[in-house]
């Protein structure tokens, strides 16, 4: 019988892993030998650690390598316990395609920069799986929140902000939101709706003075074959809320928009203790300043981003007709923009969108205007939650501008 810690519920339901599926395959002692041989020595000496040693504390673990023991050793004495490995077992498939990004921010909200400084490989990559390891010993919720911070930092958001700013209550509302609070407004939701169906709060996650709310309910029909079966039922839709620290800002990642807004309108209402109501941010951006951000981004004189790629219309050709330049391999385009460039300056509403190199990754920009105003999409899911900010703020703090998500652009026709 083999050992569920913490809970069939914790793997199946909180993590979405079909426990009885890698049970299966763990119950084949070659199988479990053939995983032990692909850890590598260091994730080998965390679990052996923690296996002989019985440390609880994720904090009070220490990494280090003993000179007594080599790493074959390990191997071999894990192997003679390796039935009592699931969760390791487990762990291991949760970890593939789980973002370096969001275990090393969970990592860091519980464990020293020390500690965390131990697990850093020699390409400058966090080993993930050994920090998932650590997570575990120190406390198996610590997982949940690296599953969910994983969905923040591939999704996108579409920025929401009260229509009408209520007062400032006393209790902050990072001290108001709780289990109780959202469990009541979901109850009352479901009941509202009366489909059936429960909205399941999922769990909070704090982070860098946001406040992420994560919650879960059935949406599509759909089925799958188990064995044999066909078995019908329902997809799993996530819905994830954003909160700014005071509670009157909030970034919306769901499928449905205008059901996840009643969430947030009633959590929002309840705390204000007011009717609240969202609405789109539309961050509508001066064309002098659009102007003077491609200017620079053209010249090549900001060090924080490369400009290899431009998409722009041509006078001299049809209206619906575009042209994109762009370098090959990637660098500054100036140079090779240098005779179109008098046409863009003249004219920035020519420019359709742009693709640019910000901490080595290729970030697409894509401009949206009116006569007066122009809005400015970014693709965030290139980004980790980190990136996301620093590039806002670099919009922002250099150029004056403010950007929005890519997620926001397709539910925006055109400018209002």
């Given amino acids: 019988m083999v050992n569920l810690y913490p809970s069939r519920e914790f793997w199946e339901s909180s993590l979405e892993m079909p426990v009885d599926h890698w049970l299966t395959s763990f119950q084949d002692e070659e199988i479990r030998k053939n995983w032990l041989y692909s850890l590598s020595g260091r994730q080998l000496n965390v679990i052996f650690q923690y296996s002989f040693t019985h440390k609880q504390?994720?904090?009070?673990?220490?990494?280090?390598?003993?000179?007594?023991?080599?790493?074959?050793?390990?191997?071999?004495?894990?192997?003679?316990?390796?039935?009592?490995?699931?969760?390791?077992?487990?762990?291991?498939?949760?970890?593939?395609?789980?973002?370096e990004s969001a275990v090393v921010e969970v990592a860091r909200s519980i464990l020293t920069e020390e500690l965390i400084t131990n697990f850093l490989c020699k390409n400058n990559k966090h080993d993930k799986k050994s920090l998932i390891f650590v997570l575990f010993h120190s406390d198996p919720e610590l997982i949940k929140c690296v599953y969910h911070f994983d969905k923040v930092q591939k999704r996108g958001f579409s920025s929401f902000t009260l229509q009408n700013s209520p007062r400032q209550m006393k209790i902050p509302f990072k001290n108001?939101?709780?289990?109780?609070?959202?469990?009541?407004?979901?109850?009352?939701?479901?009941?509202?709706k009366d489909d059936g169906f429960e909205t399941q709060l999922q769990g909070f996650?704090?982070?860098?003075?946001?406040?992420?709310?994560?919650?879960r309910r059935a949406s599509d029909k759909d089925l799958l074959f188990n064995s044999n079966r066909i078995i019908h039922g329902y997809r799993p839709s996530w819905i994830i809320l954003d909160f700014s620290l005071h509670g009157n800002q909030v970034n919306l990642c769901a499928k449905n928009f205008n059901e996840s807004l009643k969430i947030a309108n009633s959590i929002a209402s309840n705390y204000f203790e007011c009717e609240c109501l969202f609405i789109d941010m539309k961050d509508q951006n001066c064309t002098l300043l659009v102007a003077t951000f491609l200017k620079s981004s053209i010249e090549g004189t900001d060090p924080n981003i490369c400009l290899f790629e431009v998409k722009f219309r041509s006078t001299q050709l049809k209206k619906d007709t575009y042209l994109v330049v762009v370098t090959n391999p990637v660098n500054s385009i100036a140079r090779e923009l240098q005779i179109l460039k008098l046409t863009i300056e003249q004219d920035n509403s020519l420019v359709e969108s742009i693709r640019i190199?910000?901490?080595?990754?290729?970030?697409?920009?894509f401009f949206k205007r009116n006569q007066h105003y122009t809005i400015i999409y970014y693709s965030e899911h290139i980004l980790n939650k980190k990136e996301r900010e620093d590039f806002k703020s670099l919009m922002r703090e250099t150029y004056g501008l403010t950007i929005l998500p890519k997620a926001s652009c397709c539910r925006y026709s055109e400018i209002s």
């Fill in 57 to 99: 504390n994720g904090q009070l673990f220490e990494f280090q390598k003993h000179d007594d023991i080599s790493v074959q050793e390990q191997r071999k004495m894990l192997i003679g316990c390796s039935d009592s490995l699931f969760s390791y077992y487990l762990l291991s498939h949760f970890n593939h395609s789980k973002l």
């Fill in 176 to 192: 108001f939101i709780s289990k109780e609070v959202t469990h009541r407004l979901l109850q009352e939701y479901d009941a509202e």
């Fill in 205 to 215: 996650f704090y982070h860098q003075n946001r406040i992420y709310v994560f919650i």
């Fill in 357 to 365: 190199v910000f901490k080595e990754k290729k970030v697409t920009m």
